[in-house]
Nanobody
Framework: QVQLVESGGGSVQAGGSLRLSCAASGFTFSRFCMGWFRQAPGKEREAVAVIARNGWTNYEDSVEGRFTLSQDKVQKALYLQMNNLKPEDTAMYYC????????????????WGQGTQVTVSS
């Protein structure tokens, strides 16, 4: 069974840090473009960061320099280290696996986790 399970969300004050984790199972993790997305109330879901099979990463402009995406192919895990968090980072964060042939913030993702909530207070 293909599955992605996120964890690590929580409530922090502005300037704080959180590390999100995503555990993958049921598919060959290392062969896929993987990404983190977020959706705030009343807003569309947006791509935050992606990592290609070769380790190349790309970040949405507002998180560049504050967020770091990494993966452990042996453990089949994806991580998002979030530093200097801002209230506008408040959202439900989702881990996803790409299903197309390319890897970018605009790539097609077809396998999703259930999400983990991040709340940043000012």
């Amino acid at each position: 069974q293909v599955q992605l399970v996120e964890s690590g969300g929580g409530s922090v004050q502005a300037g704080g840090s959180l590390r999100l984790s995503c555990a993958a199972s049921g598919f060959t993790f290392s062969r896929f473009c993987m990404g983190w997305f977020r959706q705030a109330p009343g807003k569309e879901r947006e791509a935050v960061a992606v990592i290609a099979r070769n380790g190349w990463t790309n970040y949405e402009d507002s998180v560049e320099g504050r967020f770091t995406l990494s993966q452990d192919k042996v453990q089949k895990a994806l991580y998002l280290q979030m530093n200097n968090l801002k209230p506008e980072d408040t959202a439900m964060y989702y881990c996803a696996a790409g299903v197309g042939g390319t890897c970018s913030l605009r790539a097609r993702f077809g396998v999703w986790g259930q999400g983990t909530q991040v709340t940043v207070s000012s």
